[in-house]
């Protein structure tokens, strides 16, 4: 099965993702986890990457797409995949029905006030992209990854200035896309707000 998850910052595409993966055997294709990655090894893109990322801008397009592009030819992903964070523009989007068929796009929805507290407790740990939250889903250990023991930290465009224009920018560039899959037929929507286990209960029947 492949799949778009699409929603604003903070509305659990990246907890929910995780956890389907895992379920379905498939790969979790995080954009924003592939740009992370380059800023951690200092390559090309990553530098490039590191300033609007921080900014909570959009990187663009024509890098964003050919990264995609080969990450899905990939011998993982030949047997479906979850996006997550991509296609995030009306480009990204039809460039991506250019070299890929997608069965569903969930949207999930939640409402402002509560993402941005989402988004203000999130920690994460780097290296696994593992993520917590300081009130909804804490850590054994305060500041410390359950698996290894390791630091969480905090995300830089997780800052208060960054969490207002990564809104903005899913306000003007990305929500268009509902209407887009919408119109395509394959936009099944999903109430994000309740507690985890609930979101991916109802995720699992809207895929069932
Ligand atoms: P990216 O990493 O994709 O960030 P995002 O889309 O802003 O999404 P988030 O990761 O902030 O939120 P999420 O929905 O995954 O929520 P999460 O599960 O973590 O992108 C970062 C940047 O990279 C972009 O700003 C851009 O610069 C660049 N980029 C990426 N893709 C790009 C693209 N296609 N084109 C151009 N640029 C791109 O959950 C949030 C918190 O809530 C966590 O603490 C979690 O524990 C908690 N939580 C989750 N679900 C629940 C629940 N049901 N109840 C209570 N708490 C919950």
Same mark, same amino acid.
């Given at each position: 099965m492949n799949l778009v998850f699409l929603g604003p910052p903070g509305a659990g595409k990246g907890t929910m993702a995780g956890r389907l993966a895992d379920d379905l055997g498939i790969p979790h294709i995080s954009t924003g986890d592939m740009f992370r990655a380059a800023m951690a090894n200092e390559t090309e893109l990553g530098l490039k990457a590191k300033a609007i990322m921080a900014a909570g801008d959009l990187v663009p397009d024509e890098l964003t797409i050919a990264m995609v592009k080969e990450r899905l030819s990939e011998a993982d992903a030949q047997k479906g995949y979850i996006l997550d964070g991509f296609p995030r523009t009306i480009p990204q989007a039809e460039a991506l029905d250019g070299f890929a068929t997608i069965e569903k796009a969930v949207r999930f929805d939640v409402e402002r006030d509560i993402l941005i507290k989402r988004l203000s407790g999130r920690r994460v740990h780097k290296p696994s992209g593992r993520i917590y939250h300081v009130e909804f889903s804490p850590p054994?250990? /305060? #500041?410390? &990854? &359950? /698996?290894? #023991?390791e630091e969480l930290i905090q995300r830089e465009d997780d800052k208060e200035d960054s969490i207002r224009n990564r809104l903005k920018v899913y306000d003007d560039q990305t929500a268009p896309l509902i209407d887009y899959y919408e119109g395509k037929g394959n936009l099944v929507t999903i109430d994000a707000a309740p507690a985890p286990d609930e979101v991916f209960g109802e995720l699992k029947r809207v895929l069932a």
């Open positions: 054994k250990v /305060e #500041g410390k &990854d &359950d /698996e290894t #023991g």
